[in-house]
């Protein structure tokens, strides 16, 4: 009788990446607004990075655009003469 000593084959996550893995969905619904955990949790890992890398693209514009309005030309004063 011929005996077959497999051993896991299966390269994915282990049980000790539970952790992780939540961690990361919960990220991803409180940045992303309008996805539910259920979304999260079974959306195929390419799209959720599209997702994140998209939003972080959106929210760096965002800040850009809030920096430059911020930003404040330096206070000229009128002088009313001109000294000689």
């Known amino acids: 009788m011929c005996q077959f000593h497999l051993q896991s084959s299966f390269f994915g996550l282990n049980p000790s990446n539970k952790l992780d893995i939540h961690q990361s969905i919960f990220y991803f619904i409180y940045g992303t607004p309008g996805f539910t955990f259920n979304d999260v949790y079974h959306m195929p890992v390419h799209l959720k990075n599209f997702y994140l890398r998209e939003f972080m693209d959106l929210k760096k514009k ?7 309005a911020q930003e404040k030309p330096a206070p000229t004063i009128p002088r009313r003469f001109s000294p000689k």
């Open 62 to 68: 965002e800040k850009e655009q809030i920096d430059k």
